[in-house]
């Protein structure tokens, strides 16, 4: 949900706002109005307010006659003048390419980061989290389409500029700030900027996405993050043409090149019955995670519930995701979680050598967390992840 803020994620002594203040829900559109977040109101014509989110887009190539090829994702639009990429969030004005989201905060909240779900990062902590409108792909079970399949104008949006976003998260008591929502590929700006502000403030930062980016963005943008949880929508193409409209192989490519900037990621699974919940599939992904990203990284197989354009297909069989488990258990990943089914023991974090519980997690809290040093205490294996500030 977009529209509930955690206010428990404030710091001890310092004035809590209350939650309508913060974010208020527009019922009509389902999208979350941010209210209380932007610097305090100065006067601004409409004019004004439109011109501060727009700054000149860093991945394009400018064309001949004022057309421009963005090179920020794998679509790469061709974009001719007044007109927008596929993401509805990236105009060309007069042979200049333009991001339109720069700190036009369509959704805020402050969640746990096993809501996103990481839980290898920092486990029992908030992150203040926010997202713009626009997506570049068009997944047909999107929780969040609202916002990301919308242009910037449909949806209500805040000013929160980059440093106004260190400062909320500051005062939520939040160790960390993450973009995600929609998706943060088309707000790479934005998303860049603002992890600057946090890391000058001592803020980390971490992103949900797609993965669906071109090598020298992500290296730009997401080189800047502290963490990564990456949507692996399935491990077929034809899937991705059909259901994402998109691309499998981007993304493979974009965990790789994760992987060589050492971020740590992780992977969710959204198992969408008969669509990618096949033996062969689970099997296929396990031993692709294995060999190209290694043991340690985590895969959450996540159960879906019907929404958007989806709605015909039933929530997905928890059997059907502990056999996706037990496939890549059997495959040798150290750490297969599931998700999205509240009170799974699968929901634990248990070490690979002694299978002693070391993480406890009920609902989206970390309610025992028994790792030291980033190793075992019963069995002294090493447990790969960030698990201390
Ligand atoms: S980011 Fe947007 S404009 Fe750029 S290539 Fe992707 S969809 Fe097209």
């Known amino acids: 949900m977009l529209c509930n803020l955690d206010v428990e994620g404030a710091t001890k002594g310092q004035p809590p706002l209350d939650r309508c203040s913060f ?35 860093r991945f394009y190539r400018k064309l001949q006659n004022r057309k421009v090829k963005c090179t920020l994702c794998p679509r790469e639009c061709t974009v001719r003048d007044n007109e927008r990429g596929y993401c509805g969030v990236r105009e060309n004005r007069g042979g200049t390419f333009y991001s339109l ?21 920092l486990p029992g902590t908030t992150a203040f989290s926010l997202g713009t409108a626009g997506c570049n792909v068009n997944c047909k079970f999107c929780q969040n389409w609202n916002i990301s399949q ?39 700006e934005y998303l860049m900027d603002a992890s600057d502000a946090g890391h000058e403030a001592g803020i980390r930062s971490i992103v949900v996405s797609n993965g669906y980016m071109q090598e020298d963005a992500l290296k730009a943008a997401y080189g800047k993050m502290d963490a990564v949880k990456i949507d692996l929508k399935s491990f077929s193409e034809s899937y991705y043409r059909q259901v994402v409209t998109g691309q499998l192989k981007p ?48 895969l959450h197989f996540t159960q879906f519930h019907p929404e958007y354009l989806m709605k015909n297909l039933p929530i997905t069989p928890v059997a059907t995701l502990e056999r996706a488990k037990a496939i890549a258990d059997a495959e040798g990943l150290h750490y297969v979680y599931i998700g999205n089914v509240p009170g799974h023991p699968a929901q634990n974090t248990y070490c690979p050598k002694c299978r002693k519980m070391l993480v406890e997690r009920v609902g989206f809290t970390a309610s025992r967390m028994l790792i030291e040093k980033d190793h075992c205490p019963f069995c002294q294996q090493p447990i790969a992840g960030i698990w201390h500030a």
Do not use: M
Request: net charge negative; charged share 20%; with cysteine.
């Open 101 to 121: 989201v720069h700190s036009r905060v369509a959704a805020a909240n402050v969640d746990p980061v096993e809501k996103k779900p990481l839980f290898h990062y």
């Open 150 to 188: 919308s242009q910037p104008e449909q949806v209500p949006a805040q000013y929160v500029p980059p440093q106004r976003v260190a400062e909320l998260a500051k005062q939520y008591g939040s160790p960390t700030i993450a973009f995600t929502y929609s998706e943060p590929v088309v707000f790479s």
């Open 23 to 57: 974010l208020k829900c527009t019922p009509a559109s389902g999208a979350a109005t941010v209210t209380g977040i932007a610097e305090p109101a100065t006067a601004v014509t409409p004019a004004e307010d439109d011109a501060r989110y727009i700054v000149e887009a």
């Open 251 to 298: 993304v493979l490519d974009s965990l790789v090149n994760l992987r060589k900037l050492g971020k740590w990621t992780e992977i969710v699974y959204l198992t969408v019955p008969t669509l990618n919940d096949s033996d062969q599939e689970f099997r296929g992904l396990a031993q692709w995670v294995k060999a190209n990203l290694g043991e340690d990284v985590p």
